[in-house]
């Protein structure tokens, strides 16, 4: 399964794509993770990436897609892409590339988190800046008020987590990501606005329903279009 992972900054993405990653047994990747991977592959285009990140410059598109694409042949289970598709042109390469090398089509899972839930979320977030340990007053606050649980340190609170630039954030993210979902017909939405693991769950329940179908399906030698479920 190739399973594409949407969500606004801070709805609890890397978590999900964490316990995914368990229960499918796949890996799961974001665009940092890929070109990581393929620079300590030691390939010629992992030498090349190397020697852009060296010199700081900007890592194209088309190499992003290209790297992309190898790791997904490369991964005989499928992936769990976390932050890629980033644009409505990635996610046009990815779905023609896909279909070009007979690879299955995606599911795209949507963390749906309402906006004011996402503030007060960020919002709540800490950080030492001696140890770097990140805290969230909500969910994983400090054991002595205000102060780093490791270093002692006061925490403080990141400078683009304030509202309005959180609010900012979300709607860049909404116009950028809205126009990718017509690449990707099997899109299921869930609701990121409960506890991680009752959202969990809840991908579990959708994503068992699939598969179901889909080994079904296979089997009677149909292509399997899981969202027509
Ligand atoms: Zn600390």
Not at 11 to 30: D, N
Request: charge should be negative; glycine fraction near 6%; proline fraction near 7%.
């Amino acid at each position: 399964m190739i399973l594409l992972l949407f969500g606004p900054p801070g709805s609890g993405k890397g978590t999900q794509a964490r316990l995914l990653s368990q229960w499918l047994g796949i890996p799961a990747l974001s665009t940092g993770d890929m070109l990581r991977a393929e620079v300590s592959s030691g390939s010629d285009l992992g030498r090349e990436l190397s020697e852009i990140l060296q010199q700081g410059r900007y890592v194209s598109d088309d190499l992003v897609n290209t790297i992309v694409i190898r790791q997904l042949e490369a991964a005989p289970h499928g992936m769990i892409l976390d932050g890629y598709p980033r644009t409505a042109d990635q996610a046009d390469f990815l779905r023609r590339a896909l279909g070009e090398r007979s690879l299955e089509a995606p599911v795209a899972v949507h963390l749906n988190v309402p906006d004011d839930a996402i503030i007060e979320r960020l919002g709540a977030r800490r950080i030492c800046e001696h140890c770097h340990r990140v805290y969230n007053l909500l969910q994983r606050p400090p054991q002595y008020d205000g102060r780093c649980d490791d270093c002692t340190t006061a925490l403080t609170t990141r400078a683009d987590d304030t509202p309005e630039v959180i609010r900012q954030r979300l709607a860049t993210y909404t116009r950028v990501t809205t126009p990718m979902f017509v690449h990707f017909p099997c899109n299921i939405p869930v609701n990121g606005n409960q506890h991680p693991d009752a959202v969990f769950s809840e991908i579990q329940t959708v994503l068992s329903r699939l598969s179901d179908w889909v080994s079904q399906n296979t089997r009677l030698g149909i292509s399997p279009t899981p969202c027509t479920t």
